[in-house]
């Protein structure tokens, strides 16, 4: 059995997911998962239907990007994107990304996200699931507020964008998971609308294809 990843392509966790496998010289699978019928992703997990998640070799199937990672990373190809001492910083990171960053980030990309699925039965479903969450009418609220949170989005990049303007990676010359973590949150607002990246960070476009080609390598 070969390895798969689940995806949706704009999921900033699954597409950091991608990348540290990438980034290992991992062979594996990717599944385009239609974001209305996951009657496989089901049966492949027993009931877990959100993105990413992992079929390693051996068929163990692993969901939560975090526990992902943990995963990966602890084989002898990936511990190199966790490099000791900085493993703590690094962890850091990711997890800053996860939260924080992403939280800004994906409010950016939904408008586009929504209105890019090709059916109206996956964009009201889209719609429906964040409105769950975040209230009635939100994706529009955010549309309209965009130049707001492109702001809040550069004061939180901004540390990282002065350390990218001295080194080619967060963490020095090779990349690390801290890298992948933002690239996935990249990926997002690329897959969103590919004007929008420049908007929010033109030195991040440069950055995702330095890494791209990093992971090539």
Same mark, same amino acid.
């Given at each position: 059995m070969g390895m798969k990843l689940y995806r949706f392509r704009y999921s900033p966790y699954a597409r950091k997911v991608q990348m540290v496998l990438d980034l290992m010289g991992q062979t594996y699978d990717t599944v385009e998962v239609a974001? @209305? =019928? *996951?009657? +496989? !992703?089901?049966?492949v997990t027993g009931g877990y239907i959100q993105v990413p998640v992992l079929v390693d070799d051996d068929g163990t199937v692993v969901t939560e990007s975090r526990a992902i990672c943990e995963r990966l990373v602890a084989t002898a190809r990936g511990a190199r994107l966790v490099p000791s001492p900085l493993d703590g910083p690094i962890w850091a990171y990711h997890d800053f990304v996860d939260g924080a960053l992403e939280d800004v980030l994906f409010r950016i990309a939904s408008p586009a996200v929504r209105d890019a699925w090709p059916t109206p039965g996956d964009r009201a479903l889209y719609a429906f699931v964040k409105e769950r969450k975040f209230g009635a009418g939100c994706v529009d609220a955010w549309q309209r507020d965009q130049a707001d949170l492109i702001t809040r989005a550069r004061h939180l990049l901004a540390p990282s964008l002065r350390t990218l303007s001295a080194r080619p990676f967060l963490f020095g010359d090779t990349p690390t998971l801290a890298d992948a973590s933002l690239y996935g949150n990249c990926k997002m607002i690329e897959e969103a =609308?590919? *004007? !929008? !990246?420049? *908007? %929010?960070?033109?030195? !991040? %476009? =440069?950055? @995702?294809?330095r890494? +791209?080609?990093?992971?090539?390598a």
């Open positions: 974001y @209305s =019928d *996951r009657n +496989e !992703l089901a049966r =609308d590919t *004007r !929008l !990246l420049p *908007r %929010v960070a033109e030195p !991040l %476009v =440069d950055f @995702s294809r890494l +791209e080609a990093a992971a090539a």
